[in-house]
């Protein structure tokens, strides 16, 4: 069973920055891709950032340029930088592991942006 617990949310005020971490626990043979999605209220849920094994990254629109997608290999953890944030980023994040052709998720951690 492959367990994914995230952490660092919070309250911020637009243009601050926040960061985001993954751990993941359990069996888990290899390197795995790993994302990073967002839910807000009334939105469906969106992939923000993903990052393959060999470390390709890739991010929606939105957040190009202001957020980063990083992981540690070893750890099978992953991370999501968050700069110059909006209003707009306001969401649940999800933290994604594909491992053995299902899809595990974290219970999410709050992100508000508000002044």
């Known amino acids: 069973q492959v367990q994914l617990v995230e952490s660092g949310g919070g309250l911020v005020q637009p243009g601050g920055s926040l960061s985001l971490s993954c751990a993941a626990s359990?069996?888990?043979?290899?390197?795995?891709?790993m994302g990073w999605y967002r839910q807000a209220p009334g939105k469906q849920r969106e992939l923000v950032a993903n990052?393959?094994?060999?470390?390709?990254?890739a991010y929606v629109d939105s957040v190009k340029g202001r957020f980063t997608i990083s992981r540690d290999t070893y750890k099978n953890a992953a991370y999501l930088q968050m700069n110059s944030l909006k209003p707009e980023d306001t969401a649940v994040y999800y933290c994604?592991?594909?491992?053995?052709?299902?899809?595990?998720w974290g219970k999410g951690t709050l992100v508000t942006v508000s002044s």
């Open positions: 994604n592991l594909r491992y053995g052709g299902m899809d595990y």
């Open positions: 990052i393959t094994d060999n470390l390709n990254r």
């Open positions: 359990g069996r888990i043979n290899g390197i795995s891709p």
